[in-house]
């Protein structure tokens, strides 16, 4: 299993980003999946989940309004379209089918000031 996560990089503040996650070995579209952000010395953070139909979709609070979640079933991948940027916003972010053990090496996100 491999799920390869991709589009990080460096933004400015209020800028955008967007992150995508492709899967080999294991089919996205039996789990609702995840993208989880991990800064140095902190704890991960579920940062935003969606159903496998895609018509469901949670937030975290601190994401809310600004970053979009979004599933391709067909292609076996799950965006993450992030917007209005803020510094707090850096991390290494990853996508993981949730309840699983599967997870990939992250995108790293860096938003300057």
């Known amino acids: 299993v491999q799920l390869q996560a991709s589009g990080g990089g460096l933004a400015q503040t209020g800028g955008s980003l967007r992150l995508s996650c492709a899967a080999s070995g294991v089919s996205v579209s039996t789990y609702i999946m995840g993208w989880y952000r991990q800064a140095p010395g902190e704890q991960r953070e579920l940062v935003a989940t969606i159903t496998p139909s895609g018509r469901s979709t949670t937030y975290a609070d601190s994401v809310k309004g600004r970053f979009t979640i979004s599933r391709d079933n067909m292609k076996n991948t799950v965006s993450l379209q992030m917007d209005s940027l803020k510094p707090e916003d850096t991390s290494v972010y990853y996508c993981?089918?949730?309840?699983?053990?599967?997870w990939g090496q992250g995108t790293l996100v860096t938003v300057s000031s």
């Open positions: 993981h089918p949730r309840f699983s053990e599967y």
